[in-house]
Nanobody, 124 residues
Framework: QVQLAESGGGLVQAGGSLRLACAAS????????MGWFRQAPGMEREFVAA????????LYTDSVKGRFTISKDNANPAVYLQMNSLKPEDTAVYYC?????????????????WGQGTQVTVSS
């Protein structure tokens, strides 16, 4: 079992920044990939970014490239999502997810454990 807990969401004005954190506990050594997804009201859950506990380059969806940065702390362990230049269309519930198989995945079905989510609201 892997337990994930997100924090750091909130309300911010357009152009502002937020840093999300995902604390991982349990059998985290079993997870290969850690990802961030988001889900806006009435929309499907979409991939945002992912990283591995190893040295692989991170993966981003095109709409956040250059604005969001995913990072990790292997010692704790935790994964972070630094979000800069936020836009109203970034408003969503953001979820942290763990994948127990090697290789990146961009679909929710590719991940095995999920956090409870944290709300990010960007006002215009």
């Amino acid at each position: 079992q892997v337990q994930l807990a997100e924090s750091g969401g909130g309300l911010v004005q357009a152009g502002g920044s937020l840093r999300l954190a995902c604390a991982a506990s349990g059998r985290t050594f079993r997870s290969y990939v850690m990802g961030w997804f988001r889900q806006a009201p009435g929309m499907e859950r979409e991939f945002v970014a992912a990283t591995t506990w190893g040295d692989n380059s991170p993966l981003y969806t095109d709409s956040v490239k250059g604005r969001f940065t995913i990072s990790k702390d292997n010692a704790n362990p935790a994964v972070y999502l630094q979000m800069n230049s936020l836009k109203p269309e970034d408003t969503a519930v953001y979820y942290c997810a763990a994948r127990l198989r090697p290789g990146y995945a961009r679909v929710p079905g590719g991940y095995d454990y999920w956090g409870q989510g944290t709300q990010v609201t960007v006002s215009s």
